[in-house]
């Protein structure tokens, strides 16, 4: 198994070899500032306790307040949520908003639990957190299996608490509860705007085929984005399955089977095939947006993409990477391809702070901006020192936490 934590530092090895850091910065930025392990104790439907284990870790705030999702899922560690934090540090930076990096998590399947167990434990890893996290201290967000739903319950413990109604502590909130709009969709929509903005750099064809590992919160919503625009999604896959048609899947009718069965296996729709074959399906751009460590040493020999944009956290391991720079397949990393995310939680913030509501219009127009600019501004460092697209990234976003740090 591949610690998501030692990738991470890989990946910044390989970076700050290319460009000179200080000695002081590169050993201050591979330890968190803080990381904390709490137990939620949770009186269950049938009437028993039981305790569960909870993480926040706080990677880096040079930048402004941590701000990065809390994770619910069984396999979840505080190694995970240390990557995952790392890679906000990161990501923030990427994109240039006022946050620094942080992430939170649970061990825990959430599909095991009902509903009010799902909200005592929602409310306790907050009692647990709330003297660490604030609007000016740490930001958390939705990640992987955590709704809006969930923070709305961790915005109102935190408000019962501290007297602080402002939701300004915790974003991807449900619009009536201080959401902001296009927050739902804002990971796979930036990833898009990233994806517009490279297209034809990375010479992809102006009709794509496209391939999306996991139909959950970015990978249902890239598969209409994409869709809508005119490419093809022939596969796309979930833990239970995976489906494909060569001639574009409906989407439309592939989100009703989901809502339905609980899975997009056995939709009429296509052909049912194994979720690990999903990867090696042929097409011009490959979505990751599960969990990390997909793409790996043993199986990237047989990816069949031209590009693979990451929307997942983490989805190609180091030696991966350097499988696929050799083959000349072109990454689109993760802390600048999922970055749309982070960036609407950060205008919710704002939003919050000031009292105001903008328009979906007005926040993709934000949203597109800062992707566009970005992207544009690492394919050029990549040009510029001959390297690939998450080095380039790594390194602008490594700059900019090294000049805050000063
Ligand atoms: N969990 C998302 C991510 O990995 C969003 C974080 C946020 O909105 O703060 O980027």
Known sequence: MNNPFQNALEQLKRATFLVSFSSDFLEQIKHPNRQMNVSIPVKMDDGTLKVFEGYRVQFNNARGPYKGGIRFHQDTDIEEVKALAFWMALKCAVVNIPMGG??????????????????????????????VVGPQKDVPAPDVNTTPQIMAWMADEFGKITGDVSGAVITGKPLESGGSEGRGTATAQGGFYVFEALR??????????????????????????????GHKVIATSDSRGAIRNLDGLDISALSEHKKATGTVAGFAGGETFEASELLFQACDLLIPAALENQIREDNASYLQTKV???????????????????????????ILANAGGVTVSTFEWEQNLKEEHWSEEEVFV???????REALAIFEKATTLSTDLRRAAFIIALERIEEAMK
């Open 366 to 372: 934000k949203l597109k901006t800062i992707m566009e």
């Open 102 to 131: 942080g992430k939170g998590g649970v061990t825990v399947n959430p599909k095991e639990l009902s509903e009010s167990e799902l909200e005592h434990l929602s409310r306790g890893w907050m009692r647990r957190m709330v003297d």
């Open 308 to 334: 693979v944009l990451e929307l997942a956290n983490g989805p190609t391991t180091p030696e991966a990477d350097d499988q696929l720079i050799a083959r000349g397949v072109r990454v689109i990393p993760d």
């Open 200 to 229: 034809e750099q990375l010479l992809l064809p102006e009709v794509c085929s496209v391939v999306i590992q996991g139909f959950g919160n970015a990978g249902e919503h890239a598969a209409h984005i994409w869709t809508r625009a």
